[in-house]
C-alpha cells in the first residue's frame, strides 16, 4: 500500500459528460501528479501541483483541469469525454519538488461509451 | 522534444538468469534517473534513482547504470524470479519541478 488514494476505483459514462477524479496523497507529501495511461500511449503526465500551486503541465487537454486544496488532496476534472478518453488514471505524490520517488496510488479506471 | 525509448517491449528469460534492460534518452540530459516496476493493473512502484553523478547504483538483486555519454541507463535483475514477471518503466526527469517523463516500459516474464 502506497497510502495514496484515489477514487473512484472505477467510472463508466458516457461521451460529452464531465467526471471528477479525487486523489489524496500520502501524509506529508506536499506534491500531487496526474498521469493518464493508456495501452497505445503509456504512461503520460498531464499535470502537477505543488502545496496547492500548478507547477508543471505536461500532455493535459485543454477540456481537462485540476486543482489542489488546502488539505492537500487533489482533483482532476474532466469534460465533454470522447471515446479516446477512456484509460487509466493515476495520482502520485512526493515529498517535494524534485529528486523524490513518486508513490502512485492505485489508479481510475474510466470508460467513455 | 524530449524522447524516451525502452529497447524491448518484451523479453523472456530463464529463472536464476540475468535480465538487461535497456532505457535511452534523447534531446536532454536529465539531472536523474528512476525506474519503477508496474504490475498489471495497479499503479507504478519506485525501484531505484539515479543521479548524473553517479555510474551505478544497486539494491539487494536490481543494479542500474547511468551513462550520460550514451545517454543511456541499464536496469540489471540478477538471479531472476518468476515473481520477478512485470513491466518496469524508465523515467528520466522531465523538468525541473520534478515531473518525470516515462518510457513505455518494457514487459519482462521469467519462466521457471
Known amino acids: 500500500d502506497s497510502g495514496v488514494t484515489q477514487t473512484p476505483k472505477h467510472l463508466i459514462t458516457a461521451t460529452g459528460q464531465r467526471v471528477t477524479l479525487r486523489c489524496s496523497p500520502r501524509s506529508g507529501d506536499l506534491s500531487v501528479y496526474w498521469y493518464q495511461q493508456s495501452l497505445d500511449q503509456g504512461l503520460q503526465f498531464l499535470i502537477q501541483?505543488?502545496?496547492?500551486?500548478?507547477?508543471a503541465k505536461g500532455n493535459i487537454l485543454e477540456r481537462f483541469s485540476a486543482q489542489q486544496f488546502p488539505d492537500l488532496h487533489s482533483e482532476l476534472n474532466l469534460s465533454s469525454l470522447e471515446l479516446g478518453d477512456s484509460a487509466l488514471y493515476f495520482c502520485a505524490s512526493s515529498e517535494g519538488l524534485a529528486g523524490k520517488e513518486q508513490y502512485f496510488g492505485p489508479g481510475t479506471r474510466l470508460t467513455v461509451t | 522534444s524530449q524522447k524516451i525509448e525502452q529497447n524491448s517491449e518484451a523479453l523472456n528469460i530463464q529463472e536464476g538468469k540475468t535480465a538487461t534492460l535497456t532505457c535511452n534518452y534523447t534531446n536532454y540530459s536529465p539531472a536523474y534517473l528512476q525506474w519503477y516496476r508496474q504490475d498489471p493493473g495497479r499503479g507504478p512502484v519506485f525501484l531505484l534513482l539515479i543521479r548524473e553523478n553517479e555510474k551505478e547504483k544497486r539494491k539487494e538483486r536490481l543494479k542500474v547504470t547511468f551513462d550520460t555519454t550514451l545517454k543511456q541507463s541499464l536496469f540489471h535483475i540478477t538471479a531472476s524470479q518468476p515473481a520477478d514477471s512485470a513491466t518496469y518503466l524508465c523515467a528520466p526527469l522531465g523538468g525541473s519541478q520534478g515531473n518525470l517523463i516515462f518510457g513505455k516500459g518494457t514487459k519482462l516474464s521469467v519462466k521457471p
Open positions: 501541483y505543488y502545496n496547492g500551486e500548478e507547477r
